[in-house]
């Protein structure tokens, strides 16, 4: 399973980004789908997570900010992010649960950077 982020750039404070990660490969399920985040020097954390039930799930920092989103027969998962702070700088994950060979694994995208400067 591969994981394709893009999206990210060099962004004011108060603008907008939409980050969008799609899955190939051969799988025969897969869910959730997530954001994680990890600033300069610090730990990876959760930005969003979304189910193929539509359970979703933010990070404290991000609610009312960031809309987790995903098109099941694309396999892609997008997260919007409004009113972008400069803590919000960092590099973006994509993660994601999959059954392949009738093994649940997790997989992780290459990762795409977010930079807002004040």
């Known amino acids: 399973v591969q994981l394709q982020a893009s999206g990210g750039g060099l962004v004011q404070a108060g603008g907008s980004l939409r980050l969008s990660c799609a899955a190939s490969g051969s799988f025969s399920y897969i869910s959730p789908m997530a954001w994680y985040r990890q600033p300069p020097g610090k730990q990876r954390v959760l930005v969003a997570l979304?189910?193929?039930?539509?359970?979703?799930n933010y990070g404290d920092s991000v609610k009312g900010r960031f809309a987790i989103s995903r098109d099941i027969a694309k396999n892609t998962v997008y997260l919007q992010m409004n009113s972008l702070q400069p803590t919000d700088t960092g590099v973006y994950y994509c993660?994601?649960?999959?059954?392949?060979?009738?093994?649940?694994?997790?997989?992780w995208g290459q990762g795409t950077l977010v930079t807002v400067s004040s």
């Open positions: 993660k994601a649960n999959a059954v392949t060979s009738g093994n649940l694994r997790e997989y």
């Open positions: 979304i189910t193929n039930g539509g359970y979703i």
